[in-house]
C-alpha cells in the first residue's frame, strides 16, 4: 500500500488526455443546457477542473490528475441531470 502511494504521488507524466476529456465533457454538459437544468453538477466541474489547471501548473500531476477525473464525472453528472430535466418538459 505504502509503495503504491509512493508511485503516485511521484507521477511525472501530465494528465493530457484527463485534462482534454474533461474540458470536452464540459463543453457537452453546457451544450447540452446543464448551465440552466443542472447548474450545481456544472459548477462543481469547473471547479474541479480549475483546480486541474492549479495543481497541473504546480507540477502537481497525480493531484491534477484526480481532479480533472472528477470534472469529468461530475460534467457526465451535469449532463446527464440537464438531458433528464428537459425530457420532463
Same mark, same amino acid.
Given at each position: 500500500?505504502?509503495?503504491?502511494?509512493?508511485?503516485?504521488?511521484?507521477?511525472?507524466?501530465?494528465?493530457?488526455?484527463?485534462?482534454?476529456?474533461?474540458?470536452? /465533457?464540459? &463543453?457537452?454538459?453546457?451544450?447540452?443546457? +446543464?448551465?440552466?437544468? #443542472?447548474?450545481?453538477? *456544472?459548477? %462543481? @466541474? !469547473?471547479?474541479?477542473?480549475?483546480s486541474?489547471?492549479?495543481a497541473?501548473?504546480?507540477?502537481?500531476? /497525480?493531484? &491534477?490528475?484526480?481532479?480533472?477525473?472528477? +470534472?469529468?464525472m461530475? #460534467?457526465?453528472d451535469? *449532463?446527464? %441531470? @440537464? !438531458?433528464?430535466?428537459?425530457?420532463?418538459?
Amino acid at each position: 500500500m505504502v509503495a503504491l502511494l509512493a508511485l503516485t504521488a511521484c507521477e511525472t507524466t501530465p494528465p493530457a488526455q484527463e485534462m482534454s476529456d474533461a474540458r470536452q /465533457a464540459i &463543453a457537452v454538459a453546457r451544450e447540452a443546457g +446543464a448551465g440552466e437544468f #443542472a447548474a450545481f453538477h *456544472l459548477k %462543481a @466541474a !469547473e471547479d474541479y477542473l480549475e483546480s486541474a489547471r492549479r495543481a497541473l501548473n504546480s507540477g502537481e500531476y /497525480a493531484e &491534477a490528475r484526480y481532479n480533472a477525473k472528477q +470534472a469529468k464525472m461530475k #460534467a457526465l453528472d451535469a *449532463l446527464n %441531470a @440537464a !438531458e433528464s430535466s428537459r425530457q420532463d418538459r
